[in-house]
């Protein structure tokens, strides 16, 4: 061992002890003949003090050859601190070196390592092994441990199994697309990476496991968005002999637990659910942010003909109330409306109404709504004086879509985004089915196993796009943290779900052929979820962004910068698996 | 909840309750009026009992109605059994049936759900979701289970934090081969899978993270030999500021925490240790098995000089003593001439010499030798009366190697290798360089940042085929559990490593670069360790073969029989990754 101690454990009651530390100098301070050397590891700093007369010369003149990030050794006499420094939890103290080892020199840092760094983003990716040094970053991977060990305790006390389940898998045409893996031993013959483990976990429960759970990688081919990697990771699971409510109260159990354990952090009671349509007609969003109010309103009775037709001709006239915001300057209504107006959100545009202090109301289609009217909309949204109605309309799934992106804006500026509070739901009852336009047919909501509700069973056949599944989300914050459902486990009923999605029995064999024929065989009734394993660390650090949780991270070109992946290939590994390239980028050597 | 209590858990304080139960039906005695159903879930089996008269007729007419591997629910009142069965957990009750439920029927399974069943290896890989009901393979997957959390729990104890790295890695044209993943977004491009993640690792540690693990997903495309997997499963660990000892000190208490907590094992005191260069003396192997002895005896004073030309060419002469063998038969010993002399083995013959219960000797060199030259091999070799000793001869080496499976075979065939007995062995000092007669150079042993032992620094320059490595091995009866080593972290001795190893500057940068420039930033003292998980588990079982230990493995030619993976590619999925392909095998469509 090249220590007695780490940098983060010493104390008053170690004052008088010889001790041994070593790690990475963060700061020199030199005042000449005494100087002071903050040095750092994974447990915290402590203070080296050198001081001529003191400590040998040596001692002195190794202190003044070190740089930061320097690798040293030290040897001394943990003192008592002149000055003491509560904030630091080594602060009591500091320690008198006798001896100094450097064990490696450091050239200087392309940023520095500290809180706050003057590193850019770009810089950081590409030196990710310094960026992570900073503590920052530490704390955030030190959170996912805590979170991935205590998931993992917690699902063991309630008989769940954890079950590896296999990388290389096989490519289905439908749904994302598959990263494939060409394989050498199987010329022409390809495996892919799993996008979830959702086949194997079914089979696991036709075989009796009756409670699987696996914290596994996952893959998609997707173009990628902001914050969305080629790779992530998901606690996966899956109970046997299960309805809606077990699986829910066991997955809010162990929400509930990973809170309290890693984020110090009790909900109070059960967590609020709401269904899909009422989350959808309140938020405008299957994942509402319910931490803040501002809830949409309809306006259609009030705002429809009066002869303004942007609003007589839209399905829907929806208005959220900004509390206090009627002081909203003319620049501050514009930007809004430009806003609104990105193709991201993609509104024709916005109307307002500022419900004035001297309890007149300003909107921007006074031609059309006098004084009364625009009362009537105040009284609609519940707006008083000094509060802005902010009002999209057109057809009913966009506008909502629109209204809630600006919404969650709104709840941004207005500081009603609290990163330490946590507001959980449960939306239950999403729809079994959403129409496409393009293919024009149904597809499967969640994926074609999720069963629908026994009440919405005679909707099949007359209103296919009504029926509602057994399928949940848990939303907090505004983010999805996971989803399931409870599975069909009935040959018939699997059967005429096939023939909704537009399957013939051939493609559902080609593509479910294995889990099918399992399901022969006595399959139990069965459910399930998976959690976003690092969306879910974020929202409990109080992120937004996943990227930071994640210790080597992809950028929004999939590239790994840091390794230089990926990378061309050389001509005999081309040979060995039978392929040849069309693309223009020449092979490696 | 399709029941109260699942099938493993009733006892005779339950009598009198009325519960649900729902599970597989393991068997159906029907003797007409009374009738009998085991059945099966996770936790094991109850017993259902139907009679005419005592439950109702609709009752009885269902139960009757059952067949192997139905899934159904029972409802009942818990009854103290007639004849009770000792040797079931359940065994003091049963549940009189009151209401049965069919949830699903099943055809008849291919083969038998049994402990002992009547399927073929081919059949039950196919129909691996059957085989995986079966008891055996559950208690084993169990155990994997409960090995991965304890020995997850172990390291937190011990300040490890579990870091992800990542899958989509660079291919590295040395050492065994990657699969690689083509790159859709970045064409002409491929990621490869990590074979370990070595690199990663070592970064953690320039990143201060101090002490690492994972429990990873590993990928080598190798041509398979019987019982490897092209993906396998690693504990991979890395600890910073340490020397061989801590790193030996701390994996030692882990291997203990698991034999403890999963097996209910204890081991006496510490460890045995020795040395590679002992190891191969004393048994021809790297990982020899010590829960026998049969120890290699040298020959070469005893029998070389007396005119038996193959022994006098010989670089080698090595015995073994199978202690009570002399009785063996003329056919016993020609079939182990014949096992030596197979391929796999590759000897060209074996010499014997009984050590008979009168006193004399009868080796198949009688020609050669005499009763007195005959005593002195015994002498030698400590046989006594009834022993039958075994001897190879040969260039050193590769006779050690034949030696070692002779001796494990023939400790096999006399039941030395008790698999419920677990024998330790650190394997250390191994050597840093291993001569490649091919490619006549050096090849790194382990990695090209494995650290040589200060002790022999002067050897590098001079006789670099003996000097020793900080690394080393755990095995466990004849097998490799994990090995590691304590790893370069001084620029020039990597610089000379790289040119020992015939690397120029250019190659060791273009694959090793980033680890290289990171090295520059403040690289402390590091070592680490990796094991084995699914031999690690296998050998904890009492186990030869890792596949039964694994949920879903492939097959020798790395396919999933059961998912008929890997399969071909759509023309499609061709053009969209810029890839053509020059196999035979057509693509899908």
Known sequence: ???????????????????????????????????????????????????????????MEQLKGM?????????????????KNPEMETGDIEIKATAVTLLNASITPPFTIEDETDGGEEIRMKYRYLDLRRN??????????????????????????????????????????????????????????PQSPQTFKQLLMVSGYDRYYQIVKCFRDEDLRADRQPEFTQIDCEMAFVEQEDVLNTFEGLIKHLFKTCRNHEFDGDFPRMTYAEAMERYGSDKPDIRFGMEFVNLNSVAQG??????????LVVAINAKGCANYSRKQLDALVNWVKRPQIGALGMIYCKCNEDGTF????????????????????????????LVLSGETNK????????????????????????????VLDFPLLEWDEE????????????????????????????????????AMNGVELGGGSIRIHNKELQARMFELLGFSDEEAKAQFGFLMNAFEYGAPPHGGLAFGFDRLVATM?????????????????????????????????????????????????
């Open 136 to 193: 920052p970053v530490q704390e955030k991977l030190k959170l996912r441990h805590k979170v991935s060990l205590e998931t993992r305790k917690y699902l063991d006390t309630v008989d769940f199994m954890e079950v590896e389940t296999p990388y290389l898998i096989k490519s289905t045409p439908e749904g994302a697309r598959d990263f494939v893996v060409p394989s050498r031993m199987n010329p022409g013959q390809f495996y892919a990476l």
């Open 67 to 83: 740089g930061r990030e320097f690798v040293i050794q030290v040897e001394g006499e943990v003192i008592e601190r002149y000055q």
């Open 541 to 589: 650090g109080g992120s937004d962004s996943i990227r930071d949780y994640i210790a080597f991270p992809k950028n929004n070109s999939g590239r790994d910068v840091m390794i230089d992946s990926p990378a061309p290939l050389g001509t005999e590994q081309y040979e060995e698996l039978y392929l040849e390239s069309t693309a223009k980028e020449e092979t490696a050597e």
């Open 362 to 389: 300003k909107s921007s289609v006074d031609k059309f709504f006098d004084q009364d009217a625009l009362a009537e909309w105040a009284t609609a949204a519940g707006a008083e004086k000094g509060d802005l109605i």
């Open 439 to 474: 293919s024009e047919r149904y597809h499967a909501m969640h994926h074609p196993f999720t069963s629908p509700k026994k009440e919405d069973f005679d909707l099949i056949d007359t209103e296919p796009g009504k029926v509602r599944a057994n399928a949940y989300d848990l």
């Open 399 to 426: 506008v909502r879509s629109q209204m809630n992106e600006l919404r969650l804006h709104m709840g941004t500026e207005l500081g009603l985004r609290d990163p330490n509070a946590f507001a959980p739901l449960w």
């Open 1 to 59: 061992m090249y220590r007695s101690h780490t940098c983060g454990e010493l104390r008053a009651e170690n004052i008088g002890a010889t001790v041994t530390v070593a790690g990475w100098v963060q700061t020199i301070r030199d005042k000449g003949n005494i100087l002071w050397v903050d040095l750092r590891d994974r447990y915290g700093i402590v203070q080296i003090v050198g001081e001529t007369g003191v400590v040998s010369d040596e001692v």
């Open 306 to 315: 009066k002869g303004f037709g942007v609003f007589d001709n839209a399905e």
